[in-house]
C-alpha cells in the first residue's frame, strides 16, 4: 500500500511494507519521500489565471480564496463560474504529482491501494491520472487523516502498555474512545 499526503507546498509519498497477512510493518525508505508539489501552488496558478481573465493586476485574496474553494464569486456584484479556470489551475500540478508518484511507485504492482489524504485530496484528484490497477482511494475526511493514524497508533500503543480506554460521561454516543484521565 502507499499512502500520499498532498499538503500545501509539499506532497508526501510512503510506500507502506506489510507481511503476508497484509499487516503494515513498516516504510519501504528507498520509495517513500517529499516531492515539492501542493495545492498551494494551484492556487498560485490560480491568482495568475483569474487576473489574467479579468485584467487586473493582483485579485485580492478572499476573492481569490472564494474562487479556489467554489469555483465561482461574486465580481463587481455579478456571480461568475470560474470552476474552468479552477480545473485549468490543478491540471498542471496534478500531473506533476501524478507523474512523482508513479516515479517513485514504479509499476506499481507491489500495491494493494493508494490512499490519498491531506488537505490537498480533494482538490487534486488523482483517480483519473493513477492507473485504475492501483485502486487509488481519497481517504474520508482527508484533511484529518493524519491526525486519526496518530491517534490509532497511540490508542495501539496505550492498550498495549495496560491502559483501559473509556468514553468519557455524557458521551454515550461516542465512537472513539479514549483514555480515562486516572490512568494517564
Known amino acids: 500500500m502507499a499512502v500520499v499526503d498532498i499538503g500545501g507546498r509539499t506532497t508526501d509519498i510512503a510506500v507502506i511494507l506489510t507481511d503476508e497477512q497484509g499487516v503494515p510493518v513498516g516504510i519501504d525508505r528507498e520509495r517513500s519521500g517529499s516531492e515539492e508539489f501542493g495545492v498551494l501552488q494551484v492556487r498560485d496558478t490560480l491568482a495568475s489565471l483569474l487576473s489574467r481573465e479579468l485584467r487586473l493586476d493582483r485579485i485580492d485574496d478572499r476573492t481569490l480564496d472564494t474562487v479556489f474553494r467554489l469555483g465561482k464569486a461574486k465580481i463587481y456584484g455579478k456571480m461568475q463560474d470560474f470552476g474552468g479556470l479552477v480545473q485549468e489551475a490543478s491540471a498542471k500540478i496534478r500531473m506533476e504529482i501524478a507523474n512523482a508518484v508513479r516515479h517513485r511507485l514504479g509499476d506499481g504492482t507491489s500495491l494493494q491501494a493508494v490512499w490519498v489524504v491531506g488537505g490537498g485530496a480533494h482538490k487534486i484528484d488523482l483517480r483519473g491520472v493513477l492507473p485504475p490497477e492501483w485502486n487509488v482511494v481519497v481517504a474520508d475526511d482527508p484533511e484529518f487523516a493524519n491526525v486519526t493514524g496518530?491517534?490509532?497508533?497511540a490508542?495501539?500503543?496505550?492498550?498495549?502498555?495496560?491502559?483501559?480506554?473509556?468514553?468519557?460521561?455524557?458521551?454515550s454516543d461516542r465512537e472513539t474512545p479514549v483514555v480515562s484521565a486516572g490512568e494517564v
Open 150 to 153: 496518530m491517534f490509532l497508533r
Open 155 to 171: 490508542r495501539d500503543v496505550l492498550l498495549r502498555q495496560g491502559y483501559h480506554l473509556v468514553s468519557p460521561v455524557g458521551d
